[in-house]
């Protein structure tokens, strides 16, 4: 499903281990029990929900669909793609590494041996999410071609507007900048959204006041989003929504 559109038209560890080391082993027995036993590698994740990248659901179903064991590359992906789902849904500081870890269906040893804090996990997981939202906007804009910066705009935001169809994309930012109080996450966020005006800017050619409003009409959508200001029927919210197109989220 699409979500909202924004501007109704337009919105704008430990040490390193061998190659064969006891978590991998522990890894290769749990899938193969998985596998005899004739049960979906994907349980974890229809307990708490499908990850953002529908190509990357956890590792054990990375193994089973393509018939080899996940590379570590795939593996740290499959990490931080949870991990932008978990701290998504239940916050920051509510949210243990043995979540994630139950998630992505990798042990919470291995996770740690990646990410040797949590806060480092969250980090990875803000910049996973601002690196999609930068993918899509450029590749908007390279679409635009030669147009001019309000068409360029136009189709950045309706891109935009789809890629937050994701929930998970649109609260992950939410919970980020909650937790900007931690000089790891403010740094993050400060340079996402550094990234984006960046692109605006040198992209559609956008002036300054051109890219505060791209971004602060997207910020309103994330606020009217998050508290269903679109489903609320009273006075306040319909003059706030009012120029959006809606769809619910998926």
């Known amino acids: 499903m699409r979500s909202a559109s924004f501007f109704g038209h337009f919105l704008y560890g430990t040490a390193e281990g061998a190659l064969c080391d006891p978590l991998d082993v522990r890894w290769d027995q749990r899938h193969e029990e998985q596998r005899q036993h004739g049960q979906h590698a ?6 708490l929900g499908a990850t953002c990248d529908p190509t990357i659901v956890n ?5 089973m669909r393509t018939g080899s064991r996940a590379t570590a590359e795939e593996r740290r992906r499959a990490v931080i793609r949870s991990a932008v789902t978990v701290f998504a849904r239940s916050g920051y500081e509510t949210s243990p590494v043995t979540r994630v870890a139950e998630h992505a269906g990798i042990s919470s040893a291995y996770v740690m041996k990646l990410f040797p804090r949590k806060i480092d ?3 990875a997981a803000i910049g996973d999410c601002y690196d999609r939202i930068l993918d899509e906007l450029a590749e908007a804009a390279e679409e635009a071609g030669d147009a001019e910066t309000d068409e360029i705009l136009n189709r950045m935001g309706a891109r935009y507007a789809e890629l937050i169809g994701d929930r998970d994309l649109l609260l992950l930012q939410v919970q980020a900048l909650a937790s900007t109080q931690l000089p790891e996450v403010a740094s993050a966020v400060r340079d996402g959204v550094g990234r984006i005006t ?3 800017v040198s992209r ?5 006041s051109q890219a505060q409003h791209f971004l602060a009409r997207g910020q309103l959508c994330h606020l009217l989003t998050a508290i269903d200001a679109f489903d609320t029927d009273a006075d306040w919210a319909n003059s706030l929504t009012k120029g959006f197109r809606h769809s619910p989220a998926s």
């Open 204 to 208: 559609a050619r956008a002036d300054a």
């Open 198 to 200: 960046s692109l605006v």
């Open 42 to 47: 994907g349980r974890a994740v229809r307990r």
């Open 59 to 63: 590792v054990q179903s990375l193994t």
């Open 121 to 123: 996990l969250f980090v």
